[in-house]
Structure formats: structure tokens, C-alpha cells
């Protein structure tokens, strides 16, 4: 997850918006992506729930009481990021 976070801070993935408010997709070679941001009003915990498709696949979640969770948020926040098209905005904010 790390090597991946990095990519996408790097540019070298690229995420588009997903079905869902605040969930992503990224494909790449033979491997779908997907990661999603929900909250549990009756548990009042939010959740990130992330998965991987292709010749095998795996899914997992990360709830806000969770240590990783931190992680997770920073990564959502790089991916919505990446999705948008806003990895150059300080450059052309703050250039000539």
C-alpha cells in the first residue's frame, strides 16, 4: 500500500472518480483498483474499504479506530488528488 500511496503521489498511477461519492478507481495492467470512504451512523466510525481484482483479488477495510487508519486518509487524500487532476496546482498557484 505504501509503494502504491508513492505512485500516486509520483504520478506514475492514475485514479478516476468511482460510482460512488468519495471512491476511486484505478486500473492498471491486468489489476482494478478500488478504494471507498463510508460512514456508519449507528457505529458513528468511518471506514475505508479497499479492494483488488484481476488474477486474484483481495479486499480489506480500515475503520477510524484502527491505527492504520491515518494511512488510509492520507492515501484517499492522495488519490482524490490524482483523480482530479490538482497534482500540479501548487506550481501554477504559487508560479509566475
Known sequence: ????HEATDAGNVSWSE????????????????????YFDPEEGVTYYNFSINGKKSASFSVSSLENDFKFMNDFHSSIQINANGLDGIAKEFFGD
Open 18 to 37: 468511482g460510482a460512488s461519492q468519495d471512491s476511486f478507481i484505478c486500473s492498471r495492467k491486468s489489476f482494478n483498483l478500488h478504494i471507498s470512504l
Open 1 to 4: 500500500m505504501r509503494e502504491l
